[in-house]
Structure formats: structure tokens, C-alpha cells
């Protein structure tokens, strides 16, 4: 079934227009200094994310109006004004002055979507310290592995989370310094742990914010490689004006919109679009502390009246799973612009939205490094369902032909100019949000360049017409429900078990998730593959990794296929496992 060009979405009586409505004008005019200069300047000078954010609302005497709205799992609602959001973070950023904290530190979150991760991530970036979030549902190894990277000094999270998650790896972690539960306080406190209410109690609410400089880091985000430990990536103050800049092309986010982003603040599109961009545009965010809930969801967007929804592909295939009956509910007539990200959204998915919400899901493209949407469909322009869209003004992108060298290190990047050739997708640098490296991993980051391009490691094609169509991804990474998964991180779990002498993982398509892992085990002499040891390495990966990264399903082989050189070959595993070609098995060793 092909899928036909859907006109630009028309603005229904008392709509705003779009703010991108011609396209090629845009792109023509637009200029990262004046979006820059839109966004004020804290009094001590610099351009500081926080105030950019925040603060300025307040300055701007609009400090009433709402930042956040939480809805709690009982469906009560707890509002936080811009100013009331101003003066939490400001009390934070003086808790992390008493605690002695250094501009640069690295203060962390494990936790939900609750008041207190917002405050902390403004307040450490207030203060001058690097904010990270760790998603809730990693298990241990996970949530060491990205402390021990980042050297987190300060940790902000729940009693339960920190007994189950981090109290089993803390002697590994000699730089977290402070652990800050949100909700103990007193002789409840488990050892080596503070309580945050009580320091927030006694903090002052009033902070100044120092003279920051743009380039200063703000904010590191973990992405997963094939290979090696996960990565930090590093994003600057600057990457606010991305932020801003986006949210207003890509996302339609007027002033005072209500706007709902479902993603998980553990992960960047939850700090970039559930909190950064969306209130560099002052509107109000809608904040569930619920997990997915099909009912809820329409009920939410319905009964909060939302206006501009960014949601994931994942989640918008399981709503259609259960049937626009289910919609029917409801009505949605404040909706005016719905978006997707994270990955390959189906023209179906694109369709549905219109069928049931009466506009189209705009399909938009980026990564953890990019910090920002670089490919879009926007509300002002048509939309070509399975179309990842077209580059956001300010932004240069293209399809590149890469040569790599022997080491698969890239050397050469071409343009591709023939449409609908398939190649890497590649990207200038130069915008503000993109990555300045990986946390003490240049080598990596060098590697993530050739020519002058940003190698984004997507395979993608670009129309006739300059519409970007997702192809795959050009390594092993794994998408699962919209996360981004190493196999390395899973295999190098399953061979701390006794039984696991040797671990392949890979992503099988999945109807929903897109993509779920799965992993080969080949045993060790003396133990036996059976339903059993499936089950207990499942259980075993579950309790290390967490729910999110464990695999879902296991098979014993006797000899996993490897190269000459010992590295398991999990390109050939998926391969066989889905009945594809093998293609290149020149490197294979002999008689495997
Ligand atoms: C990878 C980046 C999405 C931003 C936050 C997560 C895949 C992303 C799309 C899309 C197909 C997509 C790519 C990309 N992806 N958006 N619209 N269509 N694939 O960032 O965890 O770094 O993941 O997600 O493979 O490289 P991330």
C-alpha cells in the first residue's frame, strides 16, 4: 500500500498559525545569532540554559504563568509556576553550594518523572554543575557503568531506587560523594545517604546565576555504541538556542501552549523536549508520573486540553493496537500539532493520527549527540507519511558516501547527489546543541567525523525533492521501544554468568518495540542449554541490566559464528535468524 502526500495541516478557527509556514524562506533567512539573542542574557552576562528556560519568564513578569503540571498515578494535579520553578532550582543550586560542589561537577538523577528531577537539573545548571540523567528502570550495572563514566559527585533519587540500584554498586563509585533521597528524611535515612526536602529547607530561594559561558558543558547524556562502554555525550549551555529554535519549526510551540511530551526524562528527548524546549518557549508542560495507559492517555490529552504532543512511535502503535474506539472517548479539539521521534514511525502511524485526531503525526528525526531535531515534518508544510521529512533551517544535511580504512575508521565522506541513493546520513557541525565529545573518549569522537561531516551512523536516502527516508541503522545498535541498546552492555552481562562462555546479542523486528533483543549463548563445558537456563539467564540479565535492556529471549548454539580475529559476528547471527542473505563472510573463520 503506498501512502499519498498529505497537505499541510489548515488552522481551525481561533488556531494560531504555523510558525514555519514557507519552508524555503525559512531556511533562506534564518540565523542562529538572532534566535540567540531572542533568548536574553542572565544580569551577570553568558548565555546560561536555566535562564534561557526558566528565569527570563520571571524577569519577563510572566513568572505566574504554569511551567509544569504533574499528574499524579491518583490523577491529582500539582501545578509549578515558572517563578515557584525559579526559586526550587535556585534553593538546589545553593544545596549544591553547601555541599561544596565545583562548577563542572556532575550531578546525576535516577528517578521517574518527579518535581525533583526538574528541580535538580535546573538548579544544577544554574549552579554551574553538568546535570545527567540515568533512566529509572536501568538496573545496577547500567546505572554504575554511566556514574563511574560521568564521576558523579551528587546523585538525586528515591530511597527504593537507591537500595535496589545503586547501594549493590556504590563501593565501585568513590566520586559519588552525596546521595540526596527525595523522600526520607531523618533517622529513615539509610547510611551514607542525605535527605533533599531537609537541605532544600534550609536553602536560601534567591541564587545569582555567574557569568556563564556558552560553550560551558550543561548537560551529558549516555548513548550506547556497538562496542566498549556506553558514551557520554557532552552538550554546552548554547545548545538552549537548538533547543528554542526547534521547538518552535519542528514542534509549533507558541507561548502558553499546553504541550504533553511522553518520553522518559532518564533519556535526552525527556530533557531536550520534556523540559528544556518546551519551556525556552513558555509554555506549559503536562507532566504524567504514570506509565503508558492507552485510557489515560486520551483522557490526558482531552481533559488538559494539549495543543502540541511529541510522543514515539512505540507508543502511538500501541494505541492503535487497542482500536479507535477507545479515542472515540474523547474529543480532542485543542490539538493542534502532533509529533514522533525515536524511531522508523510507519506511514500507517502518520495516517491514524488523522484518522483520529483529525492531523497527521509529524515524524521527526535526531540523536543523544545531535541534542536536537535536525530532520523534520513540519505543521506549515505537507507531509509525506514514512518520511522522516526535511532538515530544520540552520541546519545542512546530506547522504554521504563514507570509505573507511581497515579498522572501519572513516576517511573519506562524499556527497551523495543522485536522489534516492542510499548512504550515511551526515550532518555540518556547527549548530549549538551539537555534541562537543564523548567524556573522556576523544578517540571515539574523532571517529564520528570525515570530511568535514558528522557521520550520524543512520543509512537513510533524500528524495528528488529533499525528503529524508529513514533506511537502517549502519551498526549493531539496537532500537527497543524506542531506547537505544549495545549488545555489548547485554553480552557483557551474560558472561559474568557461570554457565555463559561466549554471549552474540542482536535486535529482532518486533511489531510494537520496533526492535527486541535477543541473545545466543554458547555454554561452557559441562552445562546444558534447555528451557531452564533460558529462564535463569533471563532473570539473571533482568536483575544486572534491568527490564529495559535485558534480552527477552535466548538459544543455546554450540559454536557462535566469529571472525578470524575472535569477534562474534552478530550481523551473520540476524542473518540466519531471519532468513536474509549473509552477505560479506570473507572475515568469517573457517567452518563456522
Ligand atoms: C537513533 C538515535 C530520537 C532522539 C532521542 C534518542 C533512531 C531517531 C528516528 C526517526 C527512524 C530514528 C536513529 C537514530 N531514530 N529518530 N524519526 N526515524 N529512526 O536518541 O537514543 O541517540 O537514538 O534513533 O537510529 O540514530 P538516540
Not at 100 to 126: M, S
Not at 289 to 308: S, T
Not at 556 to 573: A, E, V
Request: proline fraction near 7%.
Amino acid at each position: 500500500m503506498s501512502y499519498e502526500t498529505l497537505a499541510a495541516d489548515s488552522s481551525r478557527p481561533g488556531e494560531p498559525t504555523a510558525i514555519l509556514e514557507d519552508y524555503e524562506r525559512a531556511c533562506g533567512t534564518f540565523d542562529w545569532d538572532e534566535t540567540r539573542r531572542a533568548l536574553g542574557r542572565p544580569p551577570a552576562g553568558g548565555l546560561n540554559m536555566a535562564h534561557a528556560a526558566v528565569d527570563r519568564w520571571v524577569v519577563n513578569g510572566l513568572g505566574n504563568r504554569i511551567a509544569m503540571r504533574f499528574i499524579s498515578r491518583q490523577w491529582e494535579r500539582r501545578n509549578y509556576s515558572y517563578a515557584a520553578l525559579s526559586g526550587q532550582a535556585s534553593r538546589f543550586a545553593n544545596v549544591l553550594d553547601g555541599l561544596g560542589v565545583a562548577a563542572g561537577d556532575r550531578v546525576f538523577t535516577l528517578a521517574g518523572r518527579i518535581p525533583e528531577l526538574y528541580v535538580t537539573l535546573f538548579g544544577a545548571l544554574k549552579f554551574g554543575a553538568v546535570y545527567s540523567p540515568l533512566f529509572s528502570a536501568f538496573g545496577p550495572e547500567p546505572v554504575a557503568a554511566r556514574l563511574e563514566i560521568g564521576g558523579g559527585r551528587v546523585l538525586v533519587t528515591t530511597t527504593s531506587l537507591y537500595r535496589r540500584k545503586v547501594l549493590p554498586v556504590r563501593n565501585r563509585l568513590p566520586a559519588l560523594e552525596h546521595v540526596l533521597l527525595v523522600d526520607a528524611s531523618g533517622a529513615e535515612l539509610p547510611p551514607g545517604t542525605r535527605s533533599f526536602p531537609e537541605l532544600m529547607r534550609a536553602a536560601a530561594d534567591t541564587w545569582r546565576i555567574p557569568p556563564t559561558d556558552p560553550e560551558a558543558l550543561a548537560l551529558l547524556h549516555f548513548t550506547s555504541g556497538t562496542t566498549g562502554k556506553p558514551k557520554g555525550a557532552m552538550h554546552a549551555h548554547e545548545a538552549v538556542v537548538a533547543h528554542y529554535a526547534t521547538g518552535r519549526y519542528a514542534l509549533d510551540l507558541h507561548p502558553g501552549d499546553v504541550y504533553w511530551c511522553t518520553a522518559d526524562p532518564g533519556w535526552v528527548t525527556g530533557i531536550s523536549y520534556g523540559a528544556i524546549a518546551p519551556l525556552a518557549n513558555g509554555v506549559t508542560m503536562i507532566i504524567d508520573e504514570e506509565e503508558f495507559d492507552a485510557a489515560r492517555w486520551y483522557r490526558i490529552l482531552a481533559e488538559e486540553r494539549v495543543n502540541v504532543w511529541y510522543t514515539a512511535p512505540t507508543a502511538i502503535r500501541m494505541l492503535m493496537k487497542q482500536g479507535k474506539e477507545l479515542a472515540a472517548a474523547h474529543h480532542y479539539d485543542r490539538l493542534r500539532h502532533l509529533a514522533s521521534v525515536g524511531e522508523p514511525l510507519n506511514p500507517e502511524g502518520v495516517v491514524w493520527g488523522k484518522e483520529v485526531f483529525g492531523r497527521p503525526f509529524h515524524d521527526t528525526w535526531w540523536q543523544t549527540e545531535t541534542g536536537a531535531i535536525m530532520i523534520a515534518n513540519f505543521r506549515g508544510a505537507e507531509v509525506r507519511p514514512g518520511s522522516m521529512g526535511r532538515p530544520v533551517p540552520g541546519i545542512e544535511a546530506a547522504i554521504v558516501r563514507v570509505r573507511r580504512d581497515d579498522e572501519g575508521n572513516p576517511v573519506a565522506a562524499e556527497p551523495v547527489t543522485t536522489p534516492d541513493t542510499e548512504g550515511e546520513l551526515a550532518l555540518q557541525p556547527g549548530w549549538p546543541s551539537m555534541f562537543r565529545g564523548y567524556l573522556g573518549n576523544e578517540a571515539r569522537y574523532r571517529r564520528s567525523f570525515a570530511d568535514g561531516w558528522y557521520l550520524s551512523g543512520d543509512m537513510a536516502k533524500r528524495d528528488g525533492d529533499g525528503w529524508y527516508w529513514f533506511v537502517g541503522r549502519a551498526d549493531d545498535v539496537i532500537k527497543s521501544a524506542g531506547h537505544l541498546i549495545s549488545p555489548f552492555e547485554v553480552e557483557s552481562v551474560l558472561l559474568e554468568h557461570p554457565a555463559v562462555a561466549e554471549a552474540g546479542v542482536i535486535g529482532l523486528p518486533d511489531p510494537v518495540a520496533g526492535e527486541v533483543v535477543k541473545a545466543y549463548v554458547e555454554l561452557k563445558p559441562g552445562h546444558a542449554g534447555g528451557d531452564e537456563l533460558a529462564l535463569q539467564l533471563i532473570g539473571f540479565a533482568r536483575k544486572r541490566l534491568g527490564a529495559a535492556l535485558a534480552p527477552r529471549s535466548i538459544a543455546f548454539s554450540s559454536q557462535l559464528p566469529r571472525t578470524r580475529s575472535g569477534k562474534i559476528m552478530r550481523r551473520l547471527l540476524r542473518a540466519r535468524e531471519l532468513g536474509l542473505p549473509e552477505g560479506d563472510t570473507s572475515t568469517l573463520e573457517q567452518g563456522k
